[in-house]
């Protein structure tokens, strides 16, 4: 979400456009309503012409619910990297805004014109300092919770020291054994053809 703010943000710069997006508006945007299930309602003319600039398509037809009668799932597209070497997997620790950290795998917007897999292997050299390639496309789905596109890449660790590379948006990195991620990451809520990836398939049935 950051990520994305700060490119809308250079954009209206680079662009002359008066329009402007934070963190918090683009949440809304994404999920589709504000705080407490309140109605969006309509967006800013500036920041529509903002959007409309950015991906070329109507700002009706980007924030359309995925009901499979628009061309555009959902605005915001992010790339997962599921990076595994040996039995473990790559997990980065967010600093949330609540002052609670949650582990994750490491992850990036797909801006307009990029390749999810590219995205994907940049974003984990960006956080963690690891070199990664994609071995398999997992698919893609709108995540339960953010209600923004997840496309998951399963990724091959091919060099570097895990770290953490961007102490501004996480708190740790680590490469941690799959067989405990049950323990810090929320199953209902994980990709299924991510845990069978990791040879979790047990876990599936808490998946969703």
Known sequence: MEEFAEYAE???REHDEPGTLSVRHLQR??????????????VRPATAHLLERIFG???????????????????LTVAVAVVVHGDH???VRRRDDRSVDTWQF??????????????????????TGVHCTVT??????LHPITNVVC?????RYVAGEARNADPAENAAVAWLDRTS???????????????KALGLQGLAGLAR
């Open 106 to 127: 490491p992850a990036g917007v797909v801006k307009p014109g990029a390749a999810p897999e590219a995205v994907a292997v940049q974003e984990t050299l960006a956080e």
């Open 181 to 195: 991620l049950a323990d810090l990451l929320p199953v209902g809520q994980v990709y299924p053809p991510v845990l």
């Open 136 to 141: 398999d496309d997992l698919g893609s789905r």
């Open 151 to 155: 496309h998951y890449l399963l990724c």
């Open 57 to 75: 398509l109507p700002v009706t037809e980007l924030l359309a619910p995925p009901d499979g009668t628009s061309t555009t799932a959902c605005a």
């Open 10 to 12: 250079r954009f209206a």
């Open 89 to 91: 997997v790559l997990l």
């Open 29 to 42: 945007l994404a999920a589709g309503r504000r705080s407490a299930g309140r109605p969006l309602g309509p």
